[in-house]
């Protein structure tokens, strides 16, 4: 299994950044995949899962309205649409298969920074 992260960066207070993570070595569209933040010296934080299937969708309520979570099965690559972005989203974002703090594999993650 591989996940790939890609599309952090630095980025303006109000700007957006668009994460992706390609995945391989499993069969993509059988499952829950999310994203997982984790800031200097805090744990990780969940922050989005879409299901397998239907594609339903959840978030942490710090990052609803701002953050959007997609998938492209065809592609076998999920999508964090970053919007609005505080200082406090500084992170390094990680990509992870499963859901409910269920995970099975991680990605080795791709750095958000938030500052003027």
């Known amino acids: 299994v591989q996940l790939v992260e890609s599309g952090g960066g630095l980025v303006q207070p109000g700007g957006s950044l668009r994460l992706s993570c390609a995945a391989s070595?499993?069969?993509?569209?059988?499952?829950?995949m999310s994203w997982v933040r984790q800031a200097p010296g805090k744990e990780r934080e969940f922050v989005a899962t879409?299901?397998?299937?239907?594609?339903?969708?959840y978030y942490t309520d710090s990052v609803k309205g701002r953050f959007t979570i997609s998938r492209d099965n065809t592609k076998n690559t999920v999508y964090l649409q970053l919007n609005s972005l505080k200082p406090e989203d500084t992170a390094v974002y990680f990509c992870?298969?499963?859901?409910?703090?269920?995970?099975?594999?991680w990605g080795q993650g791709t750095q958000v920074t938030v500052s003027s």
């Open positions: 879409i299901s397998w299937g239907v594609g339903n969708t």
């Open positions: 070595g499993f069969t993509f569209s059988s499952y829950s």
């Open positions: 992870a298969v499963g859901s409910s703090d269920n995970y099975h594999y």
